[in-house]
């Protein structure tokens, strides 16, 4: 079975643009958070989406934003990036809140950096 | 607000000795799961071990063990013959235990084992 997988694994942007970053969860998981981790801020937690909606939000700004689809794939966006916006940005998918003791698959990571 | 603290940013141990990993978190809930996850350097994080808060009984998955104390809202890992693998950074982690709330990660300890 397929691990969780993002995409790109590598990113460097300038001040100002945007982007957009991919998560496949495991086939049959229809639950995906994402997580930004930093060395001084550690690992926060960004959102998290469960059939297409989102169920739970950090305390992010407006600039972060996400989305799901039909196929539990899910993106997430950054807007007008900012250098604070420079770190690892984890994806974790679980088959549904509650089963399976509440565990997390994580992928690789997306490591973002703003320049 | 729930929180999760682990006071040794560093440890090391040697190869086959036993170490143990300390966190403590805040909360006033009952019923709760905590974690921990093991992030090797430039790999994916991993589940570790799991432990629900109304179980009294320790988890335990091999080598690794936990000393769960709830009314003392500490949750310690002991590894047990650690091998060169057992380097990575080791988060702990907690969550309600109920549907669309967020995981709180501790800041990680960096475990080295020395050879």
């Known amino acids: 079975k397929a691990g969780v997988t993002q995409t790109p694994r590598y990113l460097i942007k300038t001040r100002g643009q945007q982007v957009t970053l991919s998560c496949s969860p495991i086939?049959?998981?229809?639950?995906v958070s994402w997580y930004q981790q930093t060395p001084g801020q550690g690992l926060q937690f960004l959102f998290e989406?469960?059939?297409?909606?989102?169920?739970n939000k950090g305390n992010f700004p407006g600039r972060f934003s996400g989305r799901q689809f039909s196929n539990s794939r899910s993106e997430m966006n950054v807007s007008t990036l900012e250098l604070g916006d420079s770190a690892l940005y984890l994806c974790?998918?679980?088959?549904?809140?509650?089963?399976?003791?509440?565990?997390?698959?994580f992928g690789p990571g997306t490591r973002l950096t703003v320049l | 607000a729930q929180t999760v603290t682990q006071s040794q940013p560093e440890m090391s141990v040697q190869e086959a000795e036993t170490v143990t990993l300390s966190c403590t978190y805040d909360?006033?809930?009952?019923?709760?799961?905590l974690f921990w996850y093991k992030q090797p350097p430039s790999r994916q994080m991993i589940l570790v071990i799991r432990?629900?808060?109304?179980?009294?009984q320790n988890a335990t998955e091999n080598r690794f063990s936990v000393n769960f104390q709830k009314a003392a809202k500490s949750f310690s890992l002991k590894i047990s013959d650690s091998q060169l693998g057992d380097a990575a950074m080791y988060f702990c982690?907690?969550?309600?235990?109920?549907?669309?709330?967020?995981?709180?990660f501790g800041p990680g300890t960096s475990l080295s084992v020395i050879p």
């Open positions: 982690a907690y969550r309600r235990a109920t549907s669309y709330d967020k995981v709180i």
């Open positions: 974790a998918s679980s088959v549904s809140p509650g089963l399976q003791g509440w565990e997390q698959f």
């Open positions: 432990q629900e808060a109304y179980k009294q």
């Open positions: 989406y469960f059939s297409e909606t989102q169920r």
């Open positions: 086939s049959g998981h229809r639950s």
């Open positions: 909360t006033s809930e009952s019923d709760y799961y």
